[in-house]
């Protein structure tokens, strides 16, 4: 594609001696032809990009790029079409009105579009005039050659600057056979010297040399007293130019071979966009910071008005010792009575009788012995966490461990993947600080965050990939891990998410990968505790058990949990998936909903007699679905049991705020739908009583929904 540089002769620069340095951040006058010059002679090369629009060239005058060109290749940029030939004089007059106003000091080149100059000097005059009146440029490009001497005389005869624009013009194509090197045969690379000659004898105070071998642009560079700007020639030429798109990798239609992307900003916009589309669809967006707020006599009066019934005339009041929620949405009178029963009075007990085999996971003294390995020995890991959230950063810090721990046979190499930009940027300066209770903040430096799959892709590949996102996230994070895997390479993925459907999500779309994709599909869960504080700060909240889905004959699963057991975690591995799902699922069943309805840390929950006994109550209901379904619980079949696990994971996360709880207070979204939600479906579709879950459901889509309203 084609590009340029201009001038203003409104406004001139004084001649600085040979000495001068040229900066690409420092500020001056709106540059001229005669500093376009005084750089060709101080042999400092000529920086120059295209623009289309008010915004790009802000930053373009930030960055101090020294010319600009409206180029007639916004037809395939920006309008999506094959080739510069569709582009109009009226078009380029709107893109260069808008580029200008937004320049105040690097030179502004209009592109002369094909059909408006080629038919006589007449045309050519009509043209030029309108392009730097109306579209206010400080000079005009055009195509061509030796053809072209008469309109370029007649142009600059006028008073109008001209750059040329000779090997690869984009406007004849179809003369030249499409987009291909020029000069590279005798004849051509003769001509070409000639129409270098033939244009600077006409007047032209810069070229531009397109698509030519290197040494035939620097050999005309050499014959000519005038600038020669190259894109694809290599370079000997007094500067270079590229197509804004290709310089942010904005473009991928057609890429060139002498475009060079410079920041990936294509695929960071897809990134923000797929975080936009999920605020949109979790209510996560938008926060309480980007909403207008009303007064409540306002909000009083105008209800009163529309007869609205208001928050104290028409609620519903949940109260407990420490905080108060109320619901705007009503929930069945079964699931309320049910609900204020419970919370009325502390039930003695459950007449429930589930039996079953107790299942135990798999301890690690009989199978990991402790030993120093040397630094050159270790095996090394490439691993990527999809999901920088509270417990993906804090996976990423632990598994990074095992680089510092002697005792582990591993070397981790991990990047962290969000589409959360400032989280990133934060750990990308800092690493990710770690508080820990007792001991001092750690800066963990050995992850690597990005936004951009690609920085992962050109990497290597992985050997393992786990997802730690929200069941809303799901398939977005499968699509990413998809991406990830490479033809040849076997990866191991990994899922850690609560809720019910994720393993199914994941196995859907990643059997949708060509055949010479290899993976492996792990399911595990974790009873640890997280917090994000801050961008790039997170705290541990609670030391809890992770299980793998796996026994010692599966050697995908040993490894995972041997470098999560070497990064500090307790890791185990437990042959049953369906019960390893299904006890976490009934842990957060029963732990997050109340802890958000009630307002309490874990620890806070642990010492509240109510909550205690509808948590009970919780996990013998999900219990009995669980026993319909024959699921095998980690903890067996007795309830006593299953409470006392959840007991323990209050105690030993009684820092934690759940997620559930940080979702509500943030106003976002929850997972209640992939975890009680989950144990209503399923019981249902059982025919059994599951009205406590529900209304847990119920009460939870009220608050979500009810929060920072007026």
């Known amino acids: 594609m084609l590009l340029a540089c201009g001038w203003r002769s409104r406004i001139t620069t004084s001649r ?10 420092v500020k001056s006058q709106k540059k001229t032809i005669h500093a376009l010059q005084e750089k060709h002679r101080d042999k400092v090369p000529i920086s120059m990009v295209t623009c289309y629009d008010y915004t790009s060239a802000k930053f373009v005058d930030k960055a101090g790029i020294d010319t600009v060109l409206v180029g007639d290749s916004y037809s395939m940029v920006v309008s999506g079409q094959d080739n510069t030939v569709p582009a109009t004089l009226d078009e380029v007059i709107y ?80 003369a030249l056979g499409g987009f291909k090197v020029q000069g590279n045969t ?17 007047g032209c105070y810069a070229i531009v040399i397109e698509g030519v071998p290197e040494k035939i642009a620097s050999f005309i560079t050499s014959q000519l007293s005038i600038p020669t700007i190259g894109i694809g020639a290599g370079k000997g030429t007094s500067g270079q130019v590229l197509v804004w798109h290709d310089v942010f990798g904005l473009y991928s239609d057609c890429v060139p071979k ?59 009041t949940t109260t407990t010792t420490t905080t108060t929620t109320t619901t705007t949405e009503s929930v069945t009178q079964e699931q309320q009575n049910s609900m204020n029963t419970l919370l009325a009075s502390t039930p003695q007990g459950s007449n429930v009788e589930l039996q079953g085999p107790l299942v135990q996971t798999q301890s690690l003294s009989s199978d ?23 417990m993906g950063s804090l996976v ?15 070397e981790v190499d991990l990047w962290l993947v969000s589409g959360w930009l400032e989280h990133i940027e934060q750990i990308k300066k800092q690493g ?100 994000l504080l801050s961008p790039g700060t997170i705290k541990h909240t609670g030391k809890g058990t992770t299980t793998i889905a796996g026994d010692m004959s599966n050697e995908s699963a040993v490894m995972v949990r041997d470098l999560l057991h070497h990064g500090g975690m307790d890791a185990r591995l437990n042959p049953d998936v369906e019960g390893v799902v299904w006890g976490k699922l009934i842990l957060n069943a029963a732990i997050n909903p109340l802890t958000a309805i009630f307002g309490l840390e874990n ?50 996360t009684a820092k934690n705020k759940s997620s559930m709880l940080v979702d509500i207070l943030r106003g976002v979204g929850t997972e209640i739908d992939s975890i009680n939600g989950a144990i209503v479906k399923e019981g249902e579709k059982l025919g059994l009583d599951v009205g406590l879950n529900k209304s847990l459901v119920q009460l939870v889509r009220n608050l979500y929904r009810n929060h920072g309203s007026v």
């Open 186 to 202: 005798l004849e051509t690379a003769i001509s070409l010297v000639e129409d270098g000659k033939a244009l600077q004898e006409a």
């Open 603 to 652: 620890g806070q929950l642990a010492t509240n007699a109510k909550g205690k006994a509808i948590l009970k109550l919780v996990i013998e209901e999900a219990m009995i679905v669980a026993k319909a379904r024959g699921v095998v619980l980690p903890y067996g079949q007795d309830p006593d049991a299953a409470i006392k696990n959840a007991e323990r994971v209050l105690h030993n």
């Open 396 to 410: 990423a810090s632990q598994l990074v461990s095992n680089n510092k721990s002697a005792a582990s046979p591993y």
């Open 95 to 174: 893109h260069a009105k808008a580029v200008s106003r937004g320049i105040s000091e690097a030179m502004v080149v209009g592109d002369m579009p094909f059909g408006s100059y080629e038919v006589s000097d007449e045309d050519a005059l009509r043209s030029a005039f309108r392009l730097m009146k109306e579209g206010r440029v400080d000079s005009v490009k055009l195509e061509g050659g030796k053809r072209m001497q008469s309109r370029v005389r007649a142009l600059v005869a006028a008073g109008i600057p001209v750059m040329g624009h000779i090997g690869l013009t984009p406007q004849t194509l179809s």
């Open 16 to 25: 600085v001696s040979a000495s001068r340095q040229y900066s690409t951040v």
């Open 258 to 316: 002498f475009a060079k992307i410079y920041v990936n900003l294509g695929e960071q916009i897809v990134s923000g966009l797929e975080q936009y589309k999920r605020e949109v669809e979790n209510r996560e967006f938008p926060t309480e910071k980007h909403t207008y707020k009303l007064k409540q006599n306002v909000w009083n009066e105008f209800c009163q008005h529309y007869n609205i019934p208001t928050k104290e005339s028409s609620t519903t």
């Open 368 to 390: 990991l012995a402790v030993q120093n390995v040397p630094k050159e020995d270790k095996i090394k890991k490439k691993i990527a966490i999809i999901g920088a959230g509270a």
């Open 432 to 531: 990710i600080i770690l508080e820990d209770p007792g001991n001092p903040p750690t800066h963990i430096t050995d992850v690597k965050a990005t936004a951009s799959l690609r920085e992962i892709i050109a990497d290597g590949p992985l050997d393992i990939i786990f997802i730690l996102v929200k069941t809303p996230e799901t398939k977005v994070a499968a699509e990413k891990a998809k991406l990830l895997l490479v033809p040849g390479h076997e990866t191991i993925v990994v899922t850690l998410q609560n809720g019910l459907g994720n393993m199914e999500v994941i196995q859907e779309i990643l059997d949708t990968s060509p055949s010479d994709i290899k993976y492996k599909l792990l399911q595990g869960v974790t009873d640890q505790g997280a917090m």
